[in-house]
């Protein structure tokens, strides 16, 4: 990754005060965000709940340390980039095995290019995970056409684990990772038949993924050691297939390496989903990180990489900004970043919610955040305060009821027998425990009008998403709707629920 000084620059605090502000604007779920410049750090900050040294879902940045644990293998001579995948899994393998199957090799997969146009292991989860990728029928010739296929890097995962004896992330600590400082702590998922998941299943750090990005902005070299050879990493970081016409928005149509994406402004991408990036910029030597929740929000991946590109590669900022900058300027920085947190709800919706949940008062503080709370001693709204609704008809729920103060509420409701405690902010998100999955959360509500409550919870655990309940109070009864943006659990929390008053008859 060849540099030109020309292009290396420094950033003042308004730059990057503008950067937090466009990101706010846009309403992402940030978690964290490291930029560094020439290895050196120029901003790290975190949005509150979320602090240093926190594991994190990485998602599909997965694939990233996959394939760097294939090259590795293959550098020992342990597996061949261009032998077949069916070679190393003859169990799955058979006279019944499909051509195009048989067919594919590892670099096929590390491509995306192999003869799968999904992930295999969606369609039967009882199977295992793994043998699903010999044996669900191929939709096309392998070595051709790039798709997106979480099981083609779960098997290589499965690959290196079957090679080394031990769990991919420990073999990768070994021969590589700890050598960066990579945290102890850091570990896998796994799937249901003990196999790690390679592909969406890392737990580690945001600092974790600076390293790693650094690793790769020095070409694998750490302090004089070459961890990997130069060559085969500059190659798996180069352009190997065409995303134009799979990729969802323009920063994921640029192309494709070995599980690692190819970005605009020249950029090396790993990328998880819901916005966990690493962002390598070598003609800048520019290193960005972050950590977020992006799922649900249309394009808010590409809002990120806009903000980058504005912000940090724009030749706009005259360099005399960033030597003149005054101690006010910088210490404006330090409070914006020591104050930074996950919005709460109200924060986003009050411009849209209903006028008549104004407070007329232009000086009132309910005006600047739209947490109005509509309690027993109002006469505009129904009295729920600490009311039980039995709820009718529910595999799942049998009751619940709503509790609020000047600044807090809990949801209380009781699923599957359990007792269930949710707490929220109304002007700000506080963290809990998710009932049940005992997830670190974070959670806010808000009145949109004088009947209809949203709370929204933002997962930040091994799952990380959003869990959405709107309930409407009527004189006597409740009316929900919930929604859950995250992948394979809290399935409980989707559709509509009716309760009426316990003293109902």
């Not at 995306?112 to 295999?120: E, F, K, L």
């Not at 808000?446 to 655990?461: A, G, K, N, V």
Request: hydrophobic share 35%.
């Amino acid at each position: 990754m060849n540099t030109s000084p020309s292009n290396v620059r420094d950033y003042s605090p308004q730059t990057l005060l503008a950067l937090l502000e466009r990101l706010r604007q846009a309403h992402i779920p940030m978690h964290s965000l490291h930029i560094l410049q020439q290895g050196k750090p120029v901003l790290e900050a975190y949005y509150a709940p979320c602090k240093k040294g926190q594991l994190h879902r990485m998602f599909s940045v997965s694939k990233s340390l996959t394939a760097l644990a294939i090259l590795k293998l293959h550098q020992a001579g342990r597996v061949s980039l261009d032998a077949s995948i069916c070679a190393y899994f003859p169990e799955y393998t058979g006279k019944d095995t499909h051509p195009w199957i048989l067919r594919t090799t590892l670099r096929d997969m590390l491509m995306m290019r192999s003869c799968h146009a999904s992930t295999t292991y969606k369609f039967d989860k009882d199977q295992d995970w793994v043998e699903s990728f010999f044996t669900v029928p191929p939709t096309h010739k392998p070595g051709t056409v790039f798709h997106y296929d979480t099981s083609a890097s779960h098997t290589l995962c499965a690959l290196v684990e079957k090679c080394t004896g031990r769990s991919m992330l420990d073999y990768l600590k070994d021969v590589m990772l700890r050598e960066i400082g990579w945290s102890e702590a850091s570990y896998m998922l796994t799937d249901p038949f003990g196999h790690s998941m390679g592909g969406s299943g890392l737990m580690a750090t945001a600092e974790d993924l600076v390293l790693l990005g650094k690793l790769l902005m020095q070409e694998g070299c750490w302090k004089g050691k070459q961890l990997i050879p130069r060559d085969l990493l500059l190659d798996a970081l180069a352009w190997h297939s065409a995303t134009a016409v799979t990729g969802p928005i323009t920063g994921e149509c640029q192309g494709y390496g070995y599980f690692f994406w190819r970005g605009e402004q020249d950029a090396r991408i790993c990328y998880g989903m819901g916005g966990q990036l690493i962002l390598c910029y070598p003609a800048r030597e520019l290193l960005v990180v972050t950590t977020a929740d992006t799922q649900g929000l249309s394009g808010a991946n590409q809002l990120i990489y806009d903000a980058i590109h504005q912000f940090l590669l724009s030749e706009s900022e005259n360099p005399g900004t960033v030597l003149n900058a005054s101690e006010t300027d910088r210490e404006a920085l330090r409070q914006k970043v020591a104050q930074l947190c996950i919005d709460p709800v109200a924060a986003i919706h009050s411009r849209s919610c209903s006028p008549r949940v104004r407070n007329e008062s232009p000086s009132a503080a309910p005006e600047a955040t739209g947490a109005v709370n509509y309690l027993d001693d109002r006469t505009d709204g129904p009295r729920i305060q600490g009311r039980i609704y039995r709820i009718q008809d529910s595999r799942f729920f049998q009751d619940l009821s709503l509790e609020l103060s000047e600044r807090e509420g809990v949801l209380r409701y009781t699923l599957n027998g359990a007792h269930c405690r949710l707490p929220f902010g109304l002007d700000r998100v506080i963290p809990g425990q998710f009932p049940v999955y005992d997830m670190f959360c974070a959670s806010s509500g808000m009145w949109l009008d004088e009947h209809t409550f949203y709370i929204r919870t933002h997962l930040l655990d091994t799952s990380v998403g959003g869990i959405y309940i709107q309930l409407y109070f009527g004189e006597r009864d409740v009316t929900v709707f919930m929604k859950k943006q995250e992948e394979t659990l809290f399935t409980e929390y989707t559709g509509h629920l009716y309760g009426i008053l316990a003293d109902e008859r």
